[in-house]
């Protein structure tokens, strides 16, 4: 029998085999019918430590015995306020304010309209964002104004908003970069957002330390409010606990999710620094922030969160993330010379299968997808763009499959 379930960035029209998962442990997936499967892309990026961690799932236990969900206006609950303590503690100063919301997406909505609001409550006329070519930030209205414009979301661009496009920064045309976001300074933006070091969804594109930098500086003095979506690069991913420490900066607005709850439920938080909070801080009820959905700082995903800062402020986390970036040099260094844009970034591999620039809907992608998956290996090409971004506890053996299953890939279809 069909299965009723529409699922994403799938065509059902192709009927590709959709493999059923019945459980989940470390780096391993469990199929109904019995296969184990690797999980090298850490199910959508989101499985920091390994699937079903067992901190985070007694966590999650403990707390669904004693509050399963309360209304966020108004109310409160220790494991939100102990995770938004811990999350002060733990993230750069001054991010010193805390909201909640379910995903990247709308931790992205949330801080383009505290951005807004920001700038709306002292009475400043400043709206435009300024956003890099070939980003992504998500699926929602907001979300994809400010991302690439593509085939992602063709169909839907009478819904989106107008932004300024500053281009990506390619290598030996960095300055091209900087110089177009000072240009824009002169119009005064509210806001600039990135994806720090790594455009994930856009073909794992990564660009250096310097440039973050440099337009960190322009947004300090303009008084442009710089946004890192560290969605994806966040928890380690890029070999830091943020992809912005390594250019030494700290953002006005800062996006956070797949890793905060160690990538076991939806969960995310957009943290502000003090100014952007005390502008809608105010007698006046209509300068509050407008934003909420049903669900904002469930307790079971705040207590799992919880038990993900406990797991890093307790085990060696960045000792692991160090040890798989370094566990994948040798497995890099074979594939030299037989795949073009070979690049690492902390747990990130990425490369590219032809010469000819990746397009999401390259014939090759599918026929890749389903080449790993015929191998027990989750990869999930973006177009021709093969990465790799295990959980930190990937196995020696497991991590060793995934590169000679990319090998076998290479001389089955690359050139
Ligand atoms: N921003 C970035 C940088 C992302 O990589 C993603 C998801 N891949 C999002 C935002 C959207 O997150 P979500 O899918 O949880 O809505």
Redesign the pocket.
Known sequence: MSSPVWHPFTQHGLNEPVPLVSRAERAGLFTADGRRVIDAISS??VTTHGHCHPRVMAAIRAQSEKLDQLIFAGWTHEPAETLARQLVGMMPRPLEHVFFSD??????EVALKMALGHFANRGEDRHRIVVMAGS?????VG?MSVGARSVFNRSYAPLMFDVDVIPFPEAGHEQATIDAFEQLCGQRPAALIV?PLVL??GGMKMYPAGVLKALRELCAAHGVLFIA?E???AWGRTGTLLACEQAGVVPDLL?L??GLTGGSL?L?VTMARGEIFESHRSQDRAKMFFHSSSYTANPIACAAAVANLEIWSEEPVLERVADLARRQVGHVRRLEGKVSNLRQLGTIVAMEFEESEGAYLSALGPKLMAFFRERDVLLRPLGNTVYVMPPYCISDDDLGRIYTVIGEAIEAFAG
């Open positions: 959508w990026w995903s990247g997406s709308t931790s992205v992504y930030h998500g699926d929602t979300g994806e994930g969804a979506d969605v994806m690069t996006c999710s797949k939806p995310a």
